[in-house]
């Protein structure tokens, strides 16, 4: 058996990435230029000048909308939410898939990922300290939007013969819009996010987890002069294969394996995080001092005060994606007769992946200092710094929860992009597994490509599918809040039974 460096040196695959990312890069400047129109302002010369990327200022506002419209219920749900998660209304008789439990972590699957962990090392390191204040109360806010989609989701899901059903927002623009009479614009809407939808599976939802994944491994064993260093195209393959192994058997397949992974993942993270913050306790007051005041007031951060504010924003939005509308996709298969029970459970994410995860990041990453470190600032190396100031060898427990968490990511994106192409071809099985041998092929891609291409591909895409998505919420408000407090009315009057375990 030939040793792994000398049958590196056989192999061009250096050359293979290479030829890799330069067809890619010009694709994905395009996109991104395209999706993130920005708005200048100031002197391009000076610290005051900034793009603010309306994109983003659009997911914001809607998510302040909804908490205001739906009367915070992003507070005064929490408890029935964790109640539903508990299985204390649920009725395994109802037409659906999966359990609430099932369904939460599965969409659960698809945001925690790496958008926790590069993505707010990328914030951090860009807009300084205060860009995780801006990131919590946008998560805080978010929990409404993702409230209102999942919502939908349920209401106009099809639920077949066999029992499998398909949701998402691609239903209710479709169906929701023509029960109010904008037939032609709902059609329309449905299969522009259904296109958005499977360039996000594809982006942020594969090739940027594979890519940061590929990044610690090979960290992790030497960096790029390390045995794995000129091996990102064969780890890519890897990531492929097991990616396959999963979903090939659809939604219940990876919702077995997503309501074990996730728990796991998020622990070892989180505890992961805790030891950095514990082990260098007494820079936590100073940590947090940093917070607030690089929130209000920051010094020597491109674009001052908007500029933080927008890191802040942008991360927040990518990482649990509220607004974007994948996550009524995976919440659309659960076993409920009230469409609304999914719209509580689903506010339970933004909280846990924006306010619990990132927070735990940025607190790692600003109390051990990595983010000032320009030559780490790359994404998950960052944070792997972080991790370092323990001991050693705790970049390999990051690395263990970085490829849980890229994996479990992957295989939730690879059904919202399943889903989006039955819509498009009608529930064809053929065009279903045609979209699962080129998501599996676009693992090996993410994997061989420089960081930079892939989070402009990955954020436009994804930012993409809610320009769709928030104009169906918009119009359908009205039916979402019926819906919410409509079920609120049953559930205290007793109507909605509780059932007791």
């Given at each position: 058996?030939?040793?792994?460096t000398?049958?590196?040196?056989s ?21 991104s ?12 010369e000076s610290?005051?000048?900034m793009?603010?990327?309306?994109i983003?200022v ?6 302040l ?10 507070v ?6 964790l ?24 969409a659960?699957s ?16 860009v807009?300084?300290p ?18 209102a989609?999942?919502?939908l989701?349920v ?24 029960a109010?009479?904008?037939r032609?614009?709902g ?24 890519n940061q994944?590929?990044s ?8 790029q ?13 890897v990531?492929a ?5 999963v ?20 622990f ?10 514990f ?7 100073d ?18 005060f ?5 890191q802040?924003f ?8 509220a ?13 409920t ?18 306010v ?16 000032r ?14 991790f ?8 390999i427990l990051l ?10 990511t ?9 889903k ?15 979209f ?8 090996v ?19 993409a599918?809610?320009?769709p ?13 019926k ?19």
């Amino acid at each position: 058996m030939i040793a792994p460096t000398a049958l590196a040196t056989s192999l061009p695959t250096a050359t293979v990435d290479e030829a890799i990312s330069g067809a890619f890069t010009p694709i994905a400047d395009f996109i991104s230029g395209v999706i993130f129109y920005s708005v200048k302002i100031g002197d391009p010369e000076s610290l005051t000048y900034m793009e603010v990327p309306i994109i983003v200022v659009w997911l914001v506002i809607a998510a302040l909308f909804f908490t205001i419209y739906l009367k915070f219920q992003n507070v005064r749900g929490v408890k029935h939410a964790l109640d539903l998660v508990r299985g204390k209304y649920s009725e395994p008789a109802d037409a659906g898939e999966v359990s609430h439990f099932q369904a939460l972590t599965t969409a659960i699957s698809g945001t925690v990922g790496l958008g926790n962990i590069a993505g707010v090392a990328v914030a951090v390191s860009v807009g300084g300290p205060g860009a995780t204040f801006w990131m919590i109360l946008v998560g805080f806010l978010s929990m409404s939007t993702k409230m209102a989609e999942c919502t939908l989701g349920v209401k106009y899901r099809i639920e077949r013969e066999d029992g499998s059903v398909s949701g998402g927002p691609m239903y209710y623009l479709r169906d929701g819009l023509a029960a109010v009479g904008k037939r032609r614009l709902g059609k329309f809407l449905a299969v522009l996010f259904a296109l958005f939808c499977i360039g996000g599976a594809v982006g942020g939802g594969n090739m940027f987890q594979a890519n940061q994944a590929t990044s610690q491994i090979i960290n992790v064993t030497g960096g790029q002069d390390g045995p794995l260093g000129p091996w990102r195209f064969v780890i890519g393959l890897v990531f492929a294969l097991a990616v396959a192994a999963v979903i090939i058997g659809g939604i219940k397949s990876i919702a077995r394996v997503t309501e074990k992974i996730v728990p796991v993942m998020a622990f070892l993270y989180v505890i992961g995080c805790l030891a950095v913050i514990f082990i260098n306790f007494t820079a936590i007051p100073d940590a947090i001092s940093q917070i607030f005041a690089g929130a209000f007031n920051p010094q020597g951060i491109v674009g001052g005060f908007i500029g933080v504010l927008i890191q802040g924003f942008q991360r927040a939005a990518f990482s649990n994606e509220a607004g974007v509308g994948s996550a009524s996709i995976a919440h659309s298969a659960v076993k409920t007769k009230e469409p609304a029970t999914e719209g509580f459970v689903a506010l339970l994410e933004p909280f846990i992946d924006t306010v619990v995860i990132c927070t735990m990041t940025a607190l790692a990453i600003i109390i051990t200092g990595t983010w000032r470190d320009t030559s780490s600032a790359a994404g998950v190396e960052t944070t792997s710094s972080a991790f370092e100031t323990v001991a050693p060898w705790f970049p390999i427990l990051l690395a263990v929860a970085v490829v849980l968490f890229a994996f479990s990511t992957m295989i939730s994106w690879s059904y919202y992009g399943m889903k989006a192409t039955g819509y498009l071809f009608k529930d064809s099985k053929r065009a279903e597994l045609g979209f699962k041998i080129a998501f599996c092929m676009f693992t090996v891609v993410g994997a061989s490509l420089s960081l930079g291409p892939v989070i402009a591909f990955s954020d436009a895409m994804i930012f993409a599918m809610s320009i769709p998505n928030v104009i169906g919420l918009y119009i359908l408000a009205r039916v979402i809040k019926k819906e919410i407090f409509g079920y609120r009315a049953k559930v205290n009057t007793g109507e909605f039974a509780r059932v007791e375990k």
